[in-house]
């Protein structure tokens, strides 16, 4: 039996927290090196699409499971549909696990750039040698400390419920965040790499682009609009019913992709502007955010000294706005099913996912197994190897596993039943009613009806084919 629900507290409550579990590393980390280690503008191109196609609807459907079913996904799924759904429920419940546990270990990096900026503002910047982000990664305790104290702070502000804290700070820090792009992306224009920047975002060469990067692309766009999982169908179950779900799901979407290509334009102006920064980037480009970037705050702009500790901060609030979903997806979980007190729950949930969280941790050079670990063994011919290539695209250690497989595998296809349940399981009365697209003679509006015909046939199709050829080992390119 669900209990009485929390609700956001203002009118804009909603759009704030959702966007805040949308942006987040995934916008500033993530979508900068993959972009770039997919050669830019044709994936870029296949990620819009993807938004549109696939992540505009999906985030739709979940926004109206939740608020129609007014609980936490596995019941939801129960409740609106047939018991057998739960699945769906609780495939998310473990992608949620398997996210935040390595999701906390980069957000605490944001911790540590922070006093790193301090540092340098305070006394001076002195250039980083070209390994110092290797070496910091391979620290174990000091990579254990930083993602404790992330998955703390994240447990804490949990556990004290929706209406809290989080949706003062989102109304505060969103703006800022945003302030703060605006004035990186209006320095970069000053920068000589600005017109190559845009170049390699905006211009799509398809014989660059490789089989894993269509399945990139669609895994990225869930991940970064927190699709696929749960998060909004919980998010949503504490919506106002007041709220439009479709207004409310395009500022999601529209924001969440504005910034995610803004952190690209920033961050490539600098590696296109300084050629050293590319052999900095060398091997790994997942760095950039806390290698690149620090560089151009304290060598290439005036403000820099007050920016780069202020950014850092922000970057660590955009994750804990992110990490806070991913932890109340298991939390709301236990609560609605279980009965447990808020606190009772929050505090199992983070002390389980931070028992993976070690793994994660250690598995950037600490630990040479944790770092080398496959999930298929390491051999380099044979089935598993055939394995780790279709299923890991070749990924080693745990955090690279445990990322590539929830965005890559367990999103798409947990967003691929949230559409069928959505478009076949759900009947047109609820959903219409929930979009609020139903006139007084029962006709529906053209936008329902569209959105209808992509979740019915457009986006599960789309997904379906992916899915399927990136098992069967098609080629893309
Ligand atoms: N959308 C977040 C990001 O882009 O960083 C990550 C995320 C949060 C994924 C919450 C899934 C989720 F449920």
Not at 181 to 207: H, K, Q, T, Y
Not at 269 to 278: R, Y
Not at 318 to 337: G, N, Y
């Amino acid at each position: 039996m669900a209990q009485a629900r929390d609700q956001w507290g203002s009118r804009l409550g909603f759009v704030l927290a959702a966007s805040g579990s949308a942006v987040g590393l995934g916008n500033l980390w993530k979508f900068p090196y993959i972009a770039w280690d997919n050669h830019g503008g044709a994936f870029v191109l296949v990620y819009l699409a993807c938004i549109m196609v696939v992540g505009m609807p999906v985030m739709m459907s979940e926004i109206i499971i939740g608020r129609r079913a007014q609980t936490s996904p596995v019941p939801a799924f129960g409740e609106l549909g047939h018991p057998r759904w739960a699945f769906v429920g609780w495939l998310g419940v473990a992608s949620g696990i398997m996210i935040l546990s390595f999701y906390c270990v980069i957000a605490g990096w944001s911790i540590s750039s922070f006093v790193q900026c301090i540092k340098w503002s305070v006394s001076g910047y002195d250039a980083p040698a070209n390994d110092a982000f290797g070496i910091f990664l391979a620290k174990g305790p000091l990579q254990l400390f930083l993602t404790a104290t992330f998955m703390a702070i994240t447990a804490w502000i949990v556990s004290r419920g929706i209406s809290g804290g989080i949706e003062k700070a989102t109304k505060i820090l969103m703006p800022v965040l945003l302030g703060i792009m605006i004035l990186l992306v209006l320095n970069s224009v000053s920068l000589s790499g600005f017109g190559e920047a845009l170049r390699f975002l905006f211009n799509p060469d398809f014989s660059e682009f490789e089989r894993h990067g269509v399945l990139e692309a669609l895994g990225h766009a869930f991940f970064t609009l927190s699709l696929g999982m749960g998060a909004m169908i919980t998010y949503g179950s504490y919506m106002k019913k007041s709220e439009s779900i479709t207004k409310a799901s395009a500022a999601i979407v529209a924001l969440d992709t504005v910034i995610a290509l803004a952190a690209c334009v920033i961050m490539y102006t600098v590696i296109f502007s300084f050629p050293e920064m590319k052999s900095q980037i060398g091997r790994s480009s997942v760095g950039m955010l806390f290698v690149t970037l620090p560089q151009m705050f304290y060598t290439k702009m005036g403000l820099g000294v007050l920016l780069g500790p202020v950014f850092y901060i922000l970057v660590a609030f955009a994750a804990l706005s992110s990490t806070i979903s991913l932890l109340e997806v298991v939390v709301a979980l236990l609560v609605d099913k279980l009965n447990w007190t808020r606190v009772k729950s929050t505090a199992v949930a983070s002390g389980f996912i931070f028992f993976f969280s070690i793994f994660c941790a250690l598995s950037l050079g600490a630990s040479s197994w944790a770092s080398t670990f496959e999930f298929f063994g390491t051999s380099d011919t044979g089935l598993g190897a055939a394995l780790n290539n279709r299923f890991f695209a070749d990924k080693q250690g745990f955090l690279a596993l445990f990322d590539h497989f929830s965005a890559n595998w367990m999103l798409p296809v947990g967003g691929l039943f949230i559409t069928l349940f959505a478009g076949w399981v759900l009947s047109r009365k609820t959903s219409a009613e929930e979009l609020d697209m139903v006139g007084p003679d029962g006709s529906t509006h053209w936008i329902f009806r569209t959105w209808l015909f992509f979740v019915r046939f457009v986006a599960p199709l789309g997904i379906g084919w992916i899915i399927v050829r990136v098992i069967m080992g098609e080629d893309f390119s």
